[in-house]
């Protein structure tokens, strides 16, 4: 049903017409002519005879307008601009008084359009996004809440009261900092929501021998941080899956909370958050009050808690995350399930290796998901070694003599034997054990050299790991360590590298741990120079020793790196038997100087810490 009415104002007709069908109110301005009348646009200015008249019927649009639509509505309306506002409220408070027969509701006009006028620049106050991706950005800190003994609640105000953040759920910002004349960055996912006005909030977990952890333990009310972002490829949004399962360990819950909070908080989300929370003590969950009653409140939402060292009578899991673990608290294998990991990299890398082996989708951590496809993988570590001995080439060669080859056994031998027959130089093994966990093999606390040892200073301290555990590691891995001397080298002292060029080989680079031991131990033996060449590195490593060698050669470095063989089409392992066989070969040709038994003995005496 509809219904039309036309008043006249000054030979130009404005229509109200009301639309039953669609709920629809508006003031539609018509022409009248000869033939009759024509409907047209309001906010055409030439179809007006003059200004005025635009004026008068464009008063009408204006007050209904505004008394029903939205704000986003209002400042979607190009119709009128602020100075326009202001003359059509003059305008329509005098225009009120005349056009409308009965003189008494000249009163609730003017109340009408004072509220629209409200209603408009109120409006005008939207709240503003001060993300920017392409530049660093400073905020000061305005609070610190100690949450614990080691991890803080630490809150930075934004330029103004009503201004956000502006990050998308799923995705984080990069924290700069100077220390000790170095900038180092990391990546931090923000407690608070763009429903926090004027400020965004950090946890962070401080660490004995950190170095942004312990940079922000030190900040003082005032001090400001640099930021950058949004950062990530993933963006939740409702409806993306039917079911996400989580896994987080330590702080890794920040981004989590996130996306929790995001679905828990609208009712037409109904994607159901299956989440597996591994700490080491139960003082180490982190928001575990606001995690538990969530669960409470939200039925499509369950956490599942396992600590390493539990307490007594402790109701949840017992030890690391493990497979059966992930099938009995996450959702099954399906095409609209996906699983999120996030935690200490050598974490996320094994969870990743569990989800896959139980017929998941290759599982995707938060904070870095897209792995960069803009180069084919390679089809072995022959393939990846020719590869990379063409880049090494372009730099590097041996034509006085000055430059060895090592690789780490055992899959960077046959890559540093394509790089060593490529430019002509002698040939060997870098003998370093990584020193993993106990019960944990995969996560590295350390590694050993035949000259040095280097600890992981962070992972010994976050998980309370004791010396006499660390010692009955190095013992082994020592023994393990003897075992490939005597089958590689038959018990050769290590290479002499004094004065020499050293090329560093390993078939790739995750966490650095076990090539960082390497080239440390190396310097101590004053080689002229060390470059760490690899085929495949993850980007943030691979940084971090550019900054501590004197070359890095790396043809190929994804956005992310969850697991060095998910870059190769055939990673299977290199045995002793080819390890030994390529050394000899290499032997045959060009044979290494190594050094003596004392300088063995003399470097073995130092043990350098992360």
Known sequence: ??????????????????????????????QVTKSGTQPIKSDDR?????????????????????????????????????????????????????????????????VLVVGSWYRYFSSLKKTKSVLDPGLWKQFPLVEKIRISHNVALYRFALPNSNDVLGLPIGQHISVQAEINDKLIQRSYTPTSSDDDLGHFDLVVKTYPTGNISKWFDELKIGEKITVKGPKGQFKYRPGLVRALGMIAGGTGITPMLQIIRAVCKN?????????????????????????????????????????????QNWAGGSGFVTPEMIQKYCPRPADDIKILLCGPLPMVNAMSKNCESLGYEKSRSISKLELNKMREKFQNRIHAGNILAEEVAKKYNNVNNDVIVLALPRGGVPVGFQIAQKIKAPFDVFLVRKIGVEGYEELAMGAITETSRIFNEDIISMLHIDQKSIDRVIQRESAELQRRNQKYRKGKPAPNVTGKIIILVDDGIATGATIRAAYTSLKKLNPSKIVVAVP??????????????????????????????????????????????LLARAEEVCPVPTISAEDTKKYQTETILE
């Open 1 to 30: 049903m509809k219904k039309d009415f036309e008043r006249d104002l000054s030979g130009v007709k404005a229509r109200y017409k009301i639309d039953n069908s669609t709920n629809g109110k508006k003031w539609t301005p018509i």
């Open 46 to 110: 030439r179809v007006w005879s003059d200004r005025s008249s635009y004026k008068k019927v464009a008063t009408f649009n204006f007050i209904e307008n505004f008394f029903f639509a939205s704000p986003e509505q209002i400042m979607s309306n190009e119709l009128i601009s602020v100075k326009t506002a202001v003359e059509v409220a003059i305008s329509a408070a005098i225009l009120g008084g005349f056009y409308y027969y009965v003189p008494n509701l000249i009163v609730p006009i003017i």
């Open 267 to 311: 009712p037409r989300d109904k994607t159901r958050i299956n989440l597996i929370y591994a700490n080491v003590t139960s003082d180490d969950i982190l928001l575990k009050d606001e995690l538990d009653s969530l669960a409470s409140e939200h039925e499509k939402f369950s956490v599942y808690y396992t600590l390493d060292k539990p307490p």
């Open 536 to 581: 495949v590195a993850a980007p943030d490593t691979l940084t971090k020793i550019g900054k501590e060698v004197d070359d890095t050669i790396c043809p190929l470095v994804p956005r992310t790196l969850s697991g060095i063989g998910q870059w190769y089409h055939d990673f299977s392992q290199t045995e002793d038997d080819e390890v030994t066989t």
